[in-house]
């Protein structure tokens, strides 16, 4: 008994899903032919094309790009659309297809002026008065055209329709990037240390944060890494029971870059800045000293907002994700005893976001 309601229910879930692709046909799936009007009944000696014309926040996908739109949609409802099978003739068929290519025209115009507005609301309101003045241009096509019956009226909206067509081949629209831009950055780091740093602890791995902003080619940034340092197992007397023990060493740095290599995925910067390196073992230890490295950004995706506008800026947003390596050096002299170089290697995933217009 269950398996026999399983097995109905599944048929009957196939079944809604091959009628829901079945009863629908946009534009770009070809021109009609008399196979999309299967409504059953319908005003005799007439045809009637049913189409809807309206609009969905959605994502789409281009390359490495996701791009968020109000996505104009327009298709017909094969069910609704209905055909007197007297009229079911080449010069009809002509005549629907006019009907079918002036809504992808105000399709088109719609798509383009959503991308232009700030949020779903405006789109509500541009909606209305473009379907206002899509039913009024099809009444007068109809009227013009006597429903169909007159074919040189018929052949007058095709060209006209053909060109509007031509003309508003729209996919995505220009924008012009702000040079501002928020840059966050988190990861993790390793390295090595030298000199006198290096006789008695070893670093590990640890973590990093960073964030700052950018502007243009140049990057401001606060960076701030926490490395672990242990006691190395050479100093511990094998007859002792002392173990390992870990000192944090904090590495907070403002640094500024400049992108010295820039292509369309990958940049390198060196950086400079100052950094403040302290350690908190048995006393806490602190010094000043100069940054200098060298980073290396490679994005590997995008993803523009196209739907709405940023609250606080009111204008349109833009992100880039990324993989980091950062190779830097720093001098430092926590005590006459601990003296020498830190080098260090960070591997970070990157966001930057920024603002965009629409041209």
Known sequence: MIKTILLFLIASLLSIALYAEDATKSWNEGKLTWNDFKAKSGEPNSTQLSYF????EDNEEYGDTSVTR???KAYIDRYRSWA??????????RYNQVIFDIIEVYRRSLQFKFDHVANSDACEYILRSYSGELNEELQQYKQE???????DIIEK???RTAD???????????IRESQFAYYGSLGLSTGFLTGSLSDKTSLSFSFSVGSGCVYDDYTLAFWLLNNHSWTKSSDIPAESNQIK?????FISTVYLSYNVYKRKEVKIAPLLGLGIIESNGATIKRDYTPVLGISMDYRYGTSINLANEDFLFNRKSKNDYGITAKLFITHTSLSPERKGFSINLTLSWT????FIDVL
Request: glycine share 6%.
């Open 145 to 151: 055209s006597n429903s169909g019956a007159n074919l």
């Open 351 to 354: 966001l930057t976001a920024g």
């Open 53 to 56: 014309l309206g609009y969905e």
């Open 164 to 174: 509007s067509l031509s003309e508003i081949i729209y996919r995505l629209p220009e």
């Open 245 to 249: 023990k870990m000192t944090e060493i």
């Open 84 to 93: 007197d099978p007297n009229l079911k003739t080449e010069q009809y068929l």
């Open 70 to 72: 109000n996505l104009a």
């Open 157 to 159: 909206w095709e060209s």
